[in-house]
C-alpha cells in the first residue's frame, strides 16, 4: 500500500519569497508522484508529476519538485510566489505507472501576503 | 489540454431527495472515470470507479445503493445521490482517465442537502 504525508496543512509566504511545500511517501515499489494545485470551488489541475524518469521535474506556473528516494520526498518548490499561487496543493502517489489509481496526501493551504 | 465538466456545478436539495450530477468529457473519450467526495478543508476521497458499460467499483464504506454511478457512453458518468441527507452535502469531484492513462478533473459540484 502507498501513502503521502504532507506536512504543514497551512504554509503562508510573502509575495516574492520561496515556496516550499512538503510531500513524503511511503511505497513498497518504486511510485509514481503528483503535484495538483485546486483553486477555491474548483476541481484539481495538474501542476506536475514524477514518472521515474529525471529526478527534477518542472511542472507549470514556475513550480518544480525534486524526487530524492533517500529520504523519500517529493518537495513542491517556486523560487518566488505570486499572489495567484494561492490555492490548495495536493501531493498524490500512484504505483501503477499512470494517474488511474491516485492516493491523495492531505492538502496544503498556501497563501500569499502582499 | 483534456477539459472535462460537470453540471451542475452547484446544487441545494431538500432532505429525501434525489439528486443526478453529470460528468462529461469533452474532447476524449475516457474509459474509466472516477468520483471523488471532498469534505471541506480535507483530501479527497475515492468513491468509486466506473468503466463504461460495466458496474462501478465502490471503495470500502461508500452505499453503492445511495451512490448509484452510470458509465453509458465513454464521454459520461452520472452519479446520483438517492434520498439525499445533510450529511451528504460535499463537494464531489469527477475525474475521467484517457488513452494516457492520465487523470483529467472536473470542476467539482458544490451538493448542499437541507
Redesign the interface.
Known sequence: AQSVTQLG?HVSVSEGALVLLRCNYSSSVPPYLFW?VQYP??????LLKYTSAATLVKGINGFEAEFKKSETSFHLTKPSAHMSDAAEY?CAVSL?????Q?T????T?LTVLP | GAVVSQHPSRVICKSGTSVKIECRSLDFQATTMFWYRQFPKQSLMLMATSNEGSKATYEQGVEKDKFLINHASLTLSTLTVTSAHPEDSSFYICSASGPLNEQFFGPGTRLTVL
Do not use: E, I, P, V
Not at chain 1, 470551488?41 to 495538474?46: A, I, K, V, Y
Not at chain 1, 491523495?104 to 492538502?107: A, N, P
Open positions: 496543512s495538483y470551488n474548483q476541481g484539481l489541475q495538474l495536493f501503477s505507472g499512470s494517474a488511474r491516485l491523495f496526501g492531505s492538502g493551504q
